[in-house]
């Protein structure tokens, strides 16, 4: 297949494209950022986590872009320096976290510098740490100090269906006040509204002077659909559903067989695998 001679820029999901299960990133996805590099063609980084859960990508990666952490909550160089931040208004924080306790999930809040979580033992939450490499701060409570601050709220459970039924609650009771999505089956995200990862595409697009029709992106989840709308080309993770997979243009192999790698060289450069 020939390449894409008309794409400037390559925006990768992190969790299930970048990295493998095990949040491995490998080498075979740093050799292929170093080609598309060589070609001249950037790749830039967004996800749900919070940044400094992204700083272990930037080096390995030679990233030179914006990184969109929070699916778009806040924007940083790859100092860390924060560019821009869209924090939730704090009243819908404090609804967003109601509606998910109420629908019995676990409740997490995130500031552009803090993981807040009551309970150190809950869920995911060691997972979580592992994943980002710095721990969650134990709070009592989410006071309006942490809603004012709150960037993200994640609601989680590992009742998928419960999750789920906690997406389309979430949707009909904040409405246009927040985005929720799930970036994984067990997490639930509520951002601000123009913190999805549709509005990342727009956003680098408006950093780095690039027409969305010459940026191409790559995911796996649910959240990355809204970025594959906004893209001019898109490419599904092997280890997505078929909902996503339906959503993008090609598909490649999945993030254990090297998934980003074959994507970069086959769609993105054109060179036989």
């Known amino acids: 297949m020939s ?17 493998t299960q095990d949040k491995v990133l490998t080498s075979e996805s740093q050799t292929a950022a170093r080609e598309l590099r060589a070609a001249g063609i950037s790749l830039a980084i967004t996800s749900g986590r919070p940044p400094k859960g992204m700083r272990m990508l930037i080096e390995p990666l030679a990233l030179d872009t914006a990184v ?32 998910c306790l109420d629908a019995g999930l676990d409740a997490w809040l995130y500031t552009g510098e803090d993981w ?73 995200d509520i951002t601000h509204p123009d913190a ?38 898109s490419i599904a993770m092997g280890n997505a559903s078929d909902q996503v997979k339906e959503q993008a243009k090609v598909v490649t192999d999945t993030n254990e067989r090297d998934g980003f790698g074959k994507a970069v060289r086959r769609f993105i450069l054109g060179r036989e695998q």
């Open 116 to 188: 807040l979580i009551r309970d150190p033992e809950a869920p995911h939450v060691a997972r979580e740490a592992f994943t980002v490499q710095f721990r969650a701060k134990v709070v009592p409570s989410f006071t309006d100090q942490y809603l004012r601050a709150c960037v993200k709220v994640v609601g989680v459970s590992d009742d998928h269906g419960r999750v789920a039924a906690c997406e389309q609650r979430a949707q009909r009771s904040l409405g246009n006040r927040a985005s929720a999505t799930p970036s994984q089956p067990y997490y639930l």
């Open 68 to 99: 969109a952490g929070f699916n778009g909550g806040v924007y940083v160089d790859p100092k860390l320096t924060v560019l821009d931040q869209r924090n939730l208004d704090p009243d819908v924080a404090k609804e967003a976290v109601a509606v």
């Open 3 to 19: 390449g894409r001679a008309d794409i400037a820029l390559l925006l990768a999901d992190v969790d299930g494209t970048l990295v």
């Open 196 to 233: 999805n990862k549709g509005a990342v595409v727009e956003r680098l697009s408006e950093i780095l002077s690039i027409p969305k029709e010459r940026i191409a992106t790559i995911g796996d989840g649910v959240n990355d659909v809204l970025m594959f709308r906004r893209s001019g080309f």
